[in-house]
């Protein structure tokens, strides 16, 4: 069993920054591949970011890419996401999920959610 707590979100304007954490609970967070996702009003669940178990490979979604870094430290059992150039469109529900193994995009992947911290930015 894993708990994901997720945090740093907030109101920022545009082109600002934010940085999300993820702290997890349990002793195998090396085990796990990490994502997160986005999920705005009336809108489906989205992908984000992945990171593999040790973090040598990422994966971004298009409209993220070259603004968005994820990071994690086994360490500390957290996952980050650093966010630059923020845009209203990137408005929602940040959550971080965990997956046994392999990363992958896809939402039914993956096994762990947090609870979802908001991300709001104003134009």
């Known amino acids: 069993q894993v708990q994901l707590v997720e945090s740093g979100g907030g109101l920022v304007q545009a082109g600002g920054s934010l940085r999300l954490s993820c702290a997890a609970s349990g002793r195998t967070f090396s085990s796990y591949a990490m994502g997160w996702f986005r999920q705005a009003p009336g809108k489906e669940r989205e992908f984000v970011a992945a990171?593999?178990?040790?973090?040598?490979?990422?994966a971004y979604a298009d409209s993220v890419k070259g603004r968005f870094t994820i990071s994690r430290d086994n360490a500390k059992n957290t996952v980050y996401l650093q966010m630059k150039s923020l845009k209203p469109e990137d408005t929602a529900v940040y959550y971080c999920?965990?997956?046994?193994?392999?990363?992958?995009?896809?939402?039914?992947?993956?096994?762990?959610w947090g609870q979802g911290t908001q991300v709001t930015v104003s134009s």
């Open positions: 999920a965990a997956k046994w193994g392999t990363y992958a995009d896809s939402t039914t992947k993956y096994d762990y």
């Open positions: 990171i593999s178990r040790y973090g040598a490979n990422t």
